[in-house]
């Protein structure tokens, strides 16, 4: 009997530190937040789209696979564009991608061209990434795990336009999920030992 009390209190305990049934809002803003940024940092990229990203830019393919191992990666999807205008077009459906990640359009599976697209873009040119690559990689992985999507964004508005088509008094209640608390508590533990391992590296 006392180990069943101890089981259960444990298992109170990490339910309620994992999984309560909690509105996705916080994730969702966090999904407005890196659909923003990624907008920002890959729209300002398109001056320079051709010399970072091309193939005839400052980092060819030939030049990638004199890297380390560690380091030289071909999991991206450029590797397989041979002409200008195709990195163009993929940059553009990439921008629009960001923009529909951003606004919650669609997002169940524009979050997953996200990252892939995000991935290409890092994995091209390692010579040019920084920590916070990574971040929003990891960030936008966890994104794809969790069901974003349901509140502050434009699936949320077709959703209730659809149900106010049959009923005009029509009500979505708000969507809580206990996995997305799980997801968002891993952003968290996340962001804590990325933060501590940065702050004990400077010390």
């Known amino acids: 009997e006392m180990f069943q009390t101890l089981r259960s209190s444990l298992k109170r305990v990490w339910d309620h530190a994992w999984f309560q049934d909690r509105p996705t809002t916080q994730l969702e803003m966090v999904r407005i937040g890196l659909g923003f940024a990624m907008l920002c940092h890959y729209g300002l990229g398109s001056a320079y789209l051709f010399e970072i990203w091309g193939n005839q830019g400052w980092f060819p393919p030939e030049l990638l696979t004199k890297l380390p191992p560690a380091e030289a990666s071909m999991n991206s999807l450029l590797f397989y564009i041979t002409q200008p205008w195709q990195l163009a077009v ?3 459906i990439f921008l629009f991608c960001c923009a529909a990640f951003m606004v919650g359009w669609r997002t169940t599976w524009v979050k997953w061209f996200v990252l892939i697209g995000h991935v290409s873009y890092v994995e091209r040119s390692p010579e040019v990434i920084y920590g916070v690559d990574a971040i929003l990689g990891s960030l936008l992985f966890l994104l794809c795990l969790a069901p974003v999507g349901k509140a502050l964004s434009l699936d949320r508005v077709r959703a209730l336009r659809q149900a106010k ?11 809580t999920s206990r996995w997305a608390f799980a997801c968002r508590r891993l952003m ?3 962001m804590a030992v990325l933060f501590f391992f940065s702050a004990a590296h400077k010390l």
């Open 90 to 92: 993929l940059h553009f």
């Open 188 to 190: 968290q533990l996340q």
């Open 165 to 175: 088509q049959e009923n005009l008094s029509a009500q979505i209640p708000v969507f």
